[in-house]
């Protein structure tokens, strides 16, 4: 399985911003960085269910976590290792 052998490889820091491109998102104060677009995703999933509501019966509560999560094989490791950890 590639995420298991990725994760008993070894985790280390990730950094979510480059100097080497510029399309993503601005780091506020550091203009010569940005961060990943996809960063930005992870907020984005929770908060169309109306995160920060987690109140019994909102749709945070009955939709999150999802049953089932598809995803495409080339996010795979994003997915399954990256954003769980943050």
């Known amino acids: 399985n590639e995420v298991v052998a990725f994760v008993k490889g070894g985790l280390k820091d990730l ?7 510029d399309w993503g998102v601005s780091v506020p104060d550091d203009e010569d960085h940005v961060m990943y677009v996809w960063i ?14 987690t109140e019994k019966g909102s749709k945070f509560d009955t939709y999150w976590p999802a049953a089932l999560h598809v995803v495409g094989k080339d996010i ?11």
Do not use: E, K, M, Q
């Open 40 to 53: 930005d995703a992870l907020t984005n999933y929770i908060s169309a269910l109306g995160y920060p509501n």
């Open 15 to 21: 950094s979510i911003s480059r100097t080497t491109f």
């Open 76 to 86: 795979l490791r994003f997915h399954a290792v990256y954003w769980p950890a943050f």
